[in-house]
Protein backbone atom coordinates (compact mmCIF):
# COMPACT_ATOMS: atom_id res chain seq x y z
CA UNK A 1 0.00 0.00 0.00
CA UNK A 2 2.78 2.53 0.99
CA UNK A 3 5.01 1.78 -2.42
CA UNK A 4 3.88 4.49 -4.29
CA UNK A 5 4.95 7.01 -1.46
CA UNK A 6 7.98 6.03 -0.65
CA UNK A 7 10.06 8.71 -1.88
CA UNK A 8 7.43 10.82 0.11
CA UNK A 9 8.42 12.06 4.45
CA UNK A 10 5.80 11.56 6.74
CA UNK A 11 4.96 15.35 7.21
CA UNK A 12 4.42 15.38 3.54
CA UNK A 13 1.92 12.64 3.99
CA UNK A 14 0.20 13.89 7.18
CA UNK A 15 -0.32 17.46 5.47
CA UNK A 16 -1.89 15.35 2.15
CA UNK A 17 -4.16 13.42 4.67
CA UNK A 18 -5.12 17.10 6.35
CA UNK A 19 -5.88 18.67 3.60
CA UNK A 20 -7.76 15.83 1.25
CA UNK A 21 -9.93 15.14 4.31
CA UNK A 22 -10.69 18.61 4.56
CA UNK A 23 -11.85 19.35 1.02
CA UNK A 24 -8.69 21.77 0.40
CA UNK A 25 -7.20 19.00 -2.11
CA UNK A 26 -9.63 16.96 -4.40
CA UNK A 27 -9.39 14.71 -7.43
CA UNK A 28 -8.78 14.73 -10.19
CA UNK A 29 -5.72 14.65 -8.73
CA UNK A 30 -3.14 15.86 -11.19
CA UNK A 31 1.28 17.08 -9.94
CA UNK A 32 -0.22 20.44 -10.96
CA UNK A 33 -3.19 20.93 -8.75
CA UNK A 34 -0.88 19.48 -5.88
CA UNK A 35 1.75 22.09 -6.64
CA UNK A 36 -0.56 24.29 -6.33
CA UNK A 37 -2.36 23.57 -2.89
CA UNK A 38 1.63 23.11 -1.38
CA UNK A 39 2.10 19.48 -1.95
CA UNK A 40 4.47 19.80 -5.10
CA UNK A 41 7.29 16.98 -4.85
CA UNK A 42 5.09 13.74 -4.57
CA UNK A 43 6.55 11.14 -7.17
CA UNK A 44 4.53 10.61 -10.46
CA UNK A 45 3.88 7.78 -9.07
CA UNK A 46 2.50 8.76 -5.96
CA UNK A 47 0.24 11.18 -7.94
CA UNK A 48 -0.69 8.43 -10.09
CA UNK A 49 -1.80 6.13 -6.82
CA UNK A 50 -3.89 9.01 -5.71
CA UNK A 51 -6.04 9.20 -9.10
CA UNK A 52 -5.86 5.49 -8.81
CA UNK A 53 -8.14 5.94 -5.00
CA UNK A 54 -10.43 8.22 -6.32
CA UNK A 55 -10.87 6.43 -9.94
CA UNK A 56 -11.94 3.27 -7.31
CA UNK A 57 -14.51 5.43 -5.46
CA UNK A 58 -12.98 6.56 -2.71
CA UNK A 59 -13.78 10.04 -0.82
CA UNK A 60 -11.23 12.17 0.82
CA UNK A 61 -12.40 10.98 3.53
CA UNK A 62 -11.00 7.27 2.81
CA UNK A 63 -8.09 8.49 1.19
CA UNK A 64 -7.04 10.60 4.23
CA UNK A 65 -7.29 7.17 6.30
CA UNK A 66 -4.83 5.57 3.73
CA UNK A 67 -2.28 8.08 3.88
CA UNK A 68 -2.75 8.29 8.17
CA UNK A 69 -2.38 4.24 7.90
CA UNK A 70 0.88 4.99 5.93
CA UNK A 71 2.26 7.23 8.42
CA UNK A 72 0.97 4.59 11.18
CA UNK A 73 2.91 2.32 10.13
CA UNK A 74 5.99 3.77 9.43
CA UNK A 75 6.11 5.11 12.81
CA UNK A 76 5.21 1.54 14.58
CA UNK A 77 8.01 0.05 12.20
CA UNK A 78 10.57 2.86 12.87
CA UNK A 79 9.67 2.31 16.80
CA UNK A 80 11.33 -1.27 16.16
CA UNK A 81 14.41 0.14 14.62
CA UNK A 82 17.59 0.39 16.81
CA UNK A 83 18.18 4.19 18.46
CA UNK A 84 19.99 6.87 17.52
CA UNK A 85 23.97 5.81 17.74
CA UNK A 86 26.98 8.74 18.67
CA UNK A 87 29.62 8.60 16.03
CA UNK A 88 32.97 10.00 17.11
CA UNK A 89 36.56 11.43 16.03
CA UNK A 90 39.37 11.96 18.23
CA UNK A 91 40.31 11.60 22.32
CA UNK A 92 37.83 9.75 24.39
CA UNK A 93 38.00 10.43 28.16
CA UNK A 94 36.62 8.93 31.46
CA UNK A 95 33.19 6.92 30.10
CA UNK A 96 32.51 8.14 27.44
CA UNK A 97 29.88 5.99 24.81
CA UNK A 98 30.29 6.08 21.06
CA UNK A 99 31.39 4.31 17.90
CA UNK A 100 34.09 5.00 15.79
CA UNK A 101 33.79 7.09 12.61
CA UNK A 102 36.39 5.10 10.40
CA UNK A 103 34.80 2.16 11.96
CA UNK A 104 31.41 3.27 11.58
CA UNK A 105 32.45 3.88 7.69
CA UNK A 106 33.98 0.44 6.64
CA UNK A 107 31.16 -1.27 8.25
CA UNK A 108 28.38 0.73 6.25
CA UNK A 109 29.93 0.32 2.53
CA UNK A 110 30.99 -3.54 3.40
CA UNK A 111 27.98 -4.41 4.39
CA UNK A 112 25.89 -2.60 1.69
CA UNK A 113 23.49 -4.62 -0.85
CA UNK A 114 22.15 -2.19 -3.16
CA UNK A 115 22.87 1.99 -3.12
CA UNK A 116 24.89 3.97 -1.74
CA UNK A 117 25.52 7.41 -1.50
CA UNK A 118 28.11 9.66 -0.06
CA UNK A 119 27.94 13.29 -0.17
CA UNK A 120 31.14 15.64 1.08
CA UNK A 121 33.22 18.82 1.16
CA UNK A 122 36.73 17.48 1.01
CA UNK A 123 38.43 14.38 0.09
CA UNK A 124 41.79 13.52 1.04
CA UNK A 125 43.75 10.09 0.59
CA UNK A 126 40.39 8.71 -0.02
CA UNK A 127 42.44 5.28 -1.30
CA UNK A 128 42.53 4.40 1.99
CA UNK A 129 39.06 5.83 3.53
CA UNK A 130 36.93 4.20 0.21
CA UNK A 131 38.47 0.96 0.39
CA UNK A 132 36.32 -1.45 1.84
CA UNK A 133 33.55 0.66 -0.74
CA UNK A 134 35.42 0.28 -4.11
CA UNK A 135 35.63 -4.43 -2.58
CA UNK A 136 32.63 -3.70 -2.08
CA UNK A 137 31.36 -2.13 -5.24
CA UNK A 138 33.43 -4.39 -7.81
CA UNK A 139 32.35 -7.60 -5.89
CA UNK A 140 28.60 -6.93 -6.63
CA UNK A 141 28.16 -5.38 -10.22
CA UNK A 142 24.29 -4.68 -8.52
CA UNK A 143 25.66 -2.11 -6.42
CA UNK A 144 24.90 1.87 -7.23
CA UNK A 145 26.88 4.08 -6.06
CA UNK A 146 26.41 7.75 -6.03
CA UNK A 147 29.07 10.50 -4.79
CA UNK A 148 28.43 14.38 -3.91
CA UNK A 149 31.31 16.14 -3.74
CA UNK A 150 32.48 19.78 -4.00
CA UNK A 151 34.47 20.55 -6.97
CA UNK A 152 35.36 24.35 -6.93
CA UNK A 153 36.86 26.78 -9.03
CA UNK A 154 40.18 27.75 -6.81
CA UNK A 155 39.29 31.33 -5.75
CA UNK A 156 40.46 33.89 -8.01
CA UNK A 157 40.75 32.33 -10.62
CA UNK A 158 38.89 33.66 -14.10
CA UNK A 159 41.57 31.16 -16.63
CA UNK A 160 40.26 28.09 -16.25
CA UNK A 161 37.01 26.92 -18.27
CA UNK A 162 34.53 24.71 -16.22
CA UNK A 163 35.37 21.62 -18.21
CA UNK A 164 38.94 22.07 -17.33
CA UNK A 165 38.45 22.19 -13.63
CA UNK A 166 36.02 18.85 -14.01
CA UNK A 167 38.57 17.34 -15.91
CA UNK A 168 41.05 18.01 -13.90
CA UNK A 169 39.29 16.68 -10.40
CA UNK A 170 38.14 13.62 -12.89
CA UNK A 171 41.75 12.78 -13.23
CA UNK A 172 42.55 13.07 -9.83
CA UNK A 173 39.95 10.94 -8.32
CA UNK A 174 40.86 8.49 -10.47
CA UNK A 175 44.29 8.65 -9.85
CA UNK A 176 44.86 9.01 -6.28
CA UNK A 177 41.19 9.05 -4.54
CA UNK A 178 39.78 5.94 -5.61
CA UNK A 179 40.94 2.28 -5.36
CA UNK A 180 38.69 0.20 -7.07
CA UNK A 181 38.00 -0.92 -10.77
CA UNK A 182 34.11 0.34 -10.90
CA UNK A 183 33.94 4.20 -10.75
CA UNK A 184 31.39 5.74 -9.08
CA UNK A 185 28.72 8.48 -10.54
CA UNK A 186 30.17 11.66 -8.93
CA UNK A 187 28.32 14.92 -8.81
CA UNK A 188 28.78 18.47 -7.90
CA UNK A 189 27.07 21.88 -7.43
CA UNK A 190 27.49 23.60 -10.26
CA UNK A 191 27.65 26.78 -8.66
CA UNK A 192 30.66 25.78 -6.98
CA UNK A 193 32.19 26.79 -10.31
CA UNK A 194 31.25 30.05 -10.56
CA UNK A 195 33.74 33.49 -11.47
CA UNK A 196 31.56 35.29 -9.71
CA UNK A 197 31.23 35.28 -5.88
CA UNK A 198 28.02 36.28 -4.96
CA UNK A 199 26.33 33.07 -6.87
CA UNK A 200 29.22 30.46 -5.34
CA UNK A 201 28.23 27.81 -3.25
CA UNK A 202 30.08 24.85 -1.87
CA UNK A 203 29.05 20.85 -1.15
CA UNK A 204 29.17 20.92 2.28
CA UNK A 205 27.13 18.39 3.20
CA UNK A 206 28.99 15.61 5.06
CA UNK A 207 26.66 11.99 5.40
CA UNK A 208 26.50 8.68 3.63
CA UNK A 209 22.81 6.70 3.61
CA UNK A 210 23.24 2.75 2.43
CA UNK A 211 20.27 0.53 0.82
CA UNK A 212 17.72 3.55 2.30
CA UNK A 213 18.06 1.79 5.69
CA UNK A 214 21.40 3.55 7.07
CA UNK A 215 22.18 6.96 7.24
CA UNK A 216 25.66 8.52 9.17
CA UNK A 217 25.41 12.20 9.19
CA UNK A 218 28.53 14.05 10.39
CA UNK A 219 30.99 16.37 10.55
CA UNK A 220 33.80 14.79 9.58
CA UNK A 221 35.10 14.69 6.12
CA UNK A 222 36.43 12.02 3.93
CA UNK A 223 40.09 13.04 5.15
CA UNK A 224 42.56 10.54 7.33
CA UNK A 225 42.34 13.61 9.73
CA UNK A 226 38.91 14.06 10.34
CA UNK A 227 38.15 9.75 10.40
CA UNK A 228 40.59 9.14 13.02
CA UNK A 229 42.43 12.68 14.92
CA UNK A 230 40.37 15.71 14.75
CA UNK A 231 37.13 15.69 17.03
CA UNK A 232 34.09 14.98 15.06
CA UNK A 233 30.83 14.28 15.94
CA UNK A 234 28.10 12.67 13.41
CA UNK A 235 24.97 10.33 13.96
CA UNK A 236 24.04 6.36 12.57
CA UNK A 237 20.66 6.54 12.49
CA UNK A 238 18.96 3.25 11.76
CA UNK A 239 15.51 4.51 10.17
CA UNK A 240 14.40 3.86 6.25
CA UNK A 241 11.94 6.80 6.34
CA UNK A 242 15.05 8.99 7.14
CA UNK A 243 17.52 7.50 5.10
CA UNK A 244 15.34 7.51 2.09
CA UNK A 245 14.01 10.80 2.72
CA UNK A 246 18.18 12.19 2.89
CA UNK A 247 18.70 10.41 -0.40
CA UNK A 248 15.81 11.77 -2.10
CA UNK A 249 17.28 15.15 -1.24
CA UNK A 250 19.89 14.83 -3.55
CA UNK A 251 18.19 13.13 -6.02
CA UNK A 252 15.85 15.97 -6.54
CA UNK A 253 18.55 18.32 -7.20
CA UNK A 254 19.93 15.96 -9.89
CA UNK A 255 17.18 15.62 -11.15
CA UNK A 256 16.52 19.05 -11.15
CA UNK A 257 19.52 19.94 -13.06
CA UNK A 258 21.16 21.56 -10.13
CA UNK A 259 23.51 18.78 -9.42
CA UNK A 260 25.66 17.71 -12.32
CA UNK A 261 27.45 14.76 -12.64
CA UNK A 262 30.89 15.07 -13.52
CA UNK A 263 32.03 13.43 -16.70
CA UNK A 264 34.67 11.03 -16.72
CA UNK A 265 33.47 9.51 -13.77
CA UNK A 266 30.91 6.78 -13.49
CA UNK A 267 29.65 3.79 -15.93
CA UNK A 268 31.27 3.95 -18.69
CA UNK A 269 32.84 7.11 -17.84
CA UNK A 270 31.90 9.20 -20.39
CA UNK A 271 30.21 12.71 -20.41
Known sequence: MGAPFHAATSAQLSALARDV????V???FTAVRLASCGHGGLSAMAVEALQGFADAG?????IATVLRLIVGERERVSGLSP??????SGPEVGHMVSRDTAVVLRGLFSRAERTV???????YDGRAIFEALAARMDANPGLSVRFFLNVARPWGDTTQSDAEILRAFAEDFRAKQWPGARLPEVFSDRRALSMERGPRAVMHAKCVVVDDARALVTSANFTEAAQERNIE?????HDAGFARGLRVQF????QAGELRRVP???EGAGP
Do not use: I, K, Q, Y
Open 21 to 24: ASGR
Open 26 to 28: VAP
Open 58 to 62: MTGAH
Open 83 to 88: PPELVW
Open 117 to 123: LVAGFVV
Open 233 to 237: AGTLV
Open 251 to 254: EALV
Open 264 to 266: GLG
